[in-house]
Nanobody, 118 residues
Framework: QVQLVESGGGLVQPGGSLRLSCAAS????????TGWYRQAPGKQRELVAR???????NYEASVKGRFTISRDNAKNTVYLQMNSLKPEDTAVYYC????????????WGQGTQVTVSS
Protein backbone atom coordinates (compact mmCIF):
# COMPACT_ATOMS: atom_id res chain seq x y z
CA GLN A 1 0.00 0.00 0.00
CA VAL A 2 1.43 3.34 -1.07
CA GLN A 3 1.15 6.37 1.17
CA LEU A 4 2.38 9.94 0.78
CA VAL A 5 2.14 11.90 4.03
CA GLU A 6 2.67 15.66 3.96
CA SER A 7 3.57 17.81 6.94
CA GLY A 8 4.93 21.25 7.69
CA GLY A 9 2.08 23.51 6.67
CA GLY A 10 0.78 26.32 8.82
CA LEU A 11 0.25 30.04 9.20
CA VAL A 12 3.15 32.34 8.37
CA GLN A 13 3.52 36.08 7.85
CA PRO A 14 4.41 37.52 4.44
CA GLY A 15 8.14 37.23 3.86
CA GLY A 16 8.39 34.20 6.10
CA SER A 17 9.46 30.63 5.38
CA LEU A 18 8.06 27.13 5.69
CA ARG A 19 9.38 23.71 4.81
CA LEU A 20 6.95 21.06 3.66
CA SER A 21 7.80 17.38 3.89
CA CYS A 22 6.38 14.43 1.97
CA ALA A 23 7.26 11.06 3.46
CA ALA A 24 6.56 8.05 1.26
CA SER A 25 5.94 4.41 2.03
CA UNK A 26 5.35 1.63 -0.45
CA UNK A 27 7.41 3.27 -3.21
CA UNK A 28 10.99 4.48 -3.52
CA UNK A 29 10.79 8.16 -4.37
CA UNK A 30 14.19 8.37 -6.06
CA UNK A 31 12.80 6.19 -8.87
CA UNK A 32 9.63 8.29 -9.33
CA UNK A 33 8.82 11.82 -10.47
CA THR A 34 7.71 13.64 -7.33
CA GLY A 35 5.90 16.92 -7.39
CA TRP A 36 4.30 19.52 -5.19
CA TYR A 37 0.98 20.93 -6.36
CA ARG A 38 -1.21 23.55 -4.75
CA GLN A 39 -4.85 24.49 -4.94
CA ALA A 40 -6.25 27.79 -3.75
CA PRO A 41 -9.98 28.31 -3.14
CA GLY A 42 -11.83 28.65 -6.43
CA LYS A 43 -8.76 27.82 -8.49
CA GLN A 44 -7.48 24.77 -10.30
CA ARG A 45 -4.72 22.64 -8.86
CA GLU A 46 -1.36 23.73 -10.26
CA LEU A 47 2.10 22.23 -10.33
CA VAL A 48 4.50 24.20 -8.14
CA ALA A 49 7.69 22.16 -8.39
CA ARG A 50 8.85 18.68 -9.28
CA UNK A 51 11.96 16.56 -9.11
CA UNK A 52 12.52 13.68 -11.48
CA UNK A 53 14.19 10.31 -11.01
CA UNK A 54 17.18 11.94 -12.74
CA UNK A 55 17.23 14.77 -10.17
CA UNK A 56 16.03 17.34 -12.70
CA UNK A 57 13.96 20.05 -11.04
CA ASN A 58 11.30 22.30 -12.51
CA TYR A 59 9.41 25.22 -10.99
CA GLU A 60 6.30 27.22 -11.72
CA ALA A 61 7.32 30.72 -12.79
CA SER A 62 5.92 32.56 -9.78
CA VAL A 63 7.94 30.50 -7.28
CA LYS A 64 11.29 30.39 -9.07
CA GLY A 65 14.02 31.73 -6.83
CA ARG A 66 11.82 31.44 -3.73
CA PHE A 67 10.98 27.70 -3.51
CA THR A 68 13.36 24.76 -3.61
CA ILE A 69 12.40 21.12 -4.02
CA SER A 70 14.79 18.46 -2.74
CA ARG A 71 14.85 14.79 -1.86
CA ASP A 72 16.47 12.79 0.93
CA ASN A 73 16.84 9.27 -0.45
CA ALA A 74 17.79 7.79 2.93
CA LYS A 75 14.55 9.08 4.46
CA ASN A 76 12.47 8.50 1.29
CA THR A 77 11.18 12.02 1.72
CA VAL A 78 10.78 15.02 -0.57
CA TYR A 79 10.85 18.57 0.74
CA LEU A 80 9.64 21.93 -0.46
CA GLN A 81 11.50 24.83 1.10
CA MET A 82 9.41 27.96 0.68
CA ASN A 83 11.02 31.35 1.33
CA SER A 84 9.80 34.92 0.87
CA LEU A 85 6.23 33.73 1.10
CA LYS A 86 3.46 35.90 -0.29
CA PRO A 87 -0.28 35.96 0.43
CA GLU A 88 -0.88 34.54 -3.04
CA ASP A 89 1.01 31.40 -2.01
CA THR A 90 -1.88 30.55 0.30
CA ALA A 91 -3.30 27.17 -0.73
CA VAL A 92 -3.53 23.52 0.14
CA TYR A 93 -0.28 21.90 -0.96
CA TYR A 94 -0.28 18.31 -2.20
CA CYS A 95 2.55 15.89 -2.74
CA UNK A 96 2.35 13.67 -5.82
CA UNK A 97 4.21 10.73 -7.29
CA UNK A 98 4.18 9.72 -10.94
CA UNK A 99 5.91 6.68 -12.37
CA UNK A 100 8.38 7.84 -15.07
CA UNK A 101 6.55 5.68 -17.65
CA UNK A 102 3.14 7.12 -16.73
CA UNK A 103 1.50 10.20 -18.18
CA UNK A 104 -0.64 10.80 -15.11
CA UNK A 105 -0.06 11.11 -11.39
CA UNK A 106 -0.33 7.75 -9.69
CA UNK A 107 -0.46 8.81 -6.05
CA TRP A 108 -1.47 11.86 -4.04
CA GLY A 109 -0.99 12.91 -0.46
CA GLN A 110 -3.80 14.23 1.69
CA GLY A 111 -2.66 17.86 1.48
CA THR A 112 -1.38 20.39 3.96
CA GLN A 113 -2.69 23.94 4.38
CA VAL A 114 -0.33 26.88 3.93
CA THR A 115 -1.69 30.29 4.88
CA VAL A 116 0.34 33.45 4.36
CA SER A 117 -1.21 36.35 6.20
CA SER A 118 -0.33 39.17 8.56
Amino acid sequence: QVQLVESGGGLVQPGGSLRLSCAASGITLRTWVTGWYRQAPGKQRELVARITNSDITNYEASVKGRFTISRDNAKNTVYLQMNSLKPEDTAVYYCSARHPASAITNYWGQGTQVTVSS
